[in-house]
């Protein structure tokens, strides 16, 4: 199975601020199938990015996906207070899909 | 926009199985993939299959020989069973939908499902 590494595992940054989230594969993936999700506390996971770069219906685009191969990242252009999260990528290139273990993003 | 909710017991002992419910809100059950995914401190967020609107289901082979998803269209809801369940099976289990799409596009706010006597 594929194994995502997501670094860093927190990432301390003020509001404001630009984010740059990696997540990494173990092995290449298909036609960029790797989406990003945020997950609060008490909330189900929010879809962001699919295929790499493409944002979800209603996404703000201070968040941009982009890579392809085994490396992949997300950014958050400039930081808004409800972006502070944990964010996961998923790979949907080869079953079983599989989850990076997350970065927190938490304000600093 | 779809609307996902988990149901089913918080508590289950070790060695029975689990019976999950997820009801959807959306105007047509086709061209979804339904999922079911669980989230533990120790294995993180784990993918544990789905069915697709026809009925043929896709399972993680980590736990295929104990799981099965179902779908009941009529109802709008499709079930998770996990059966010989043990500690390590304790997990906030969520289902969530995929429009003709192995990402998942929506999710329902989680179950938390404890294995203990």
């Known amino acids: 199975e594929i194994v995502l590494t997501q670094s860093p595992g927190t990432l301390s940054l003020s509001p404001g601020e630009r984010a740059t989230l990696s997540c990494r594969a173990s092995?290449?993936?298909?036609?960029?199938?790797l989406a990003w999700y945020q997950h609060k506390p008490g909330q189900a996971p929010k879809l962001l990015i699919s295929?790499?770069?493409n944002r979800a219906t209603g996404i703000p685009d201070r968040f941009s996906g982009s890579g392809y191969g085994t490396d992949f990242t997300l950014t958050i252009s400039r930081l808004e207070t409800e972006d502070f999260a944990v964010y996961y990528c998923q790979q949907y290139s080869f079953t079983p899909y599989t989850f990076g273990q997350g970065t927190k993003l938490e304000i600093k | 926009q779809v609307q996902l909710r988990e149901s089913g017991p918080g508590l289950v002992k070790p060695s029975e199985t689990l019976s999950l419910t997820c009801t959807v809100s959306?105007?047509?059950?086709?061209?979804?993939?339904w999922s079911w995914i669980r989230q533990s401190p120790g294995r993180g967020l784990e993918w544990i299959g789905y069915?697709?609107?026809?009925?043929?289901?896709n399972y993680n082979p980590s736990l295929e020989s104990r799981v099965t998803i179902s779908l009941d269209t009529s109802k709008k809801q499709f079930s998770l069973n996990l059966n010989s369940l043990t500690a390590a099976d304790t997990a906030v289990y969520y289902c969530?939908?995929?429009?003709?799409?192995?990402?998942?596009?929506?999710w329902g706010q989680g179950t938390l499902v404890t294995v203990s006597t």
């Open positions: 295929a790499a770069s």
């Open positions: 069915i697709f609107f026809n009925g043929s289901p």
């Open positions: 959306v105007d047509s059950i086709s061209r979804y993939y």
């Open positions: 092995r290449g993936l298909s036609a960029r199938y």
């Open positions: 969530a939908s995929g429009f003709y799409s192995d990402y998942f596009d929506y």
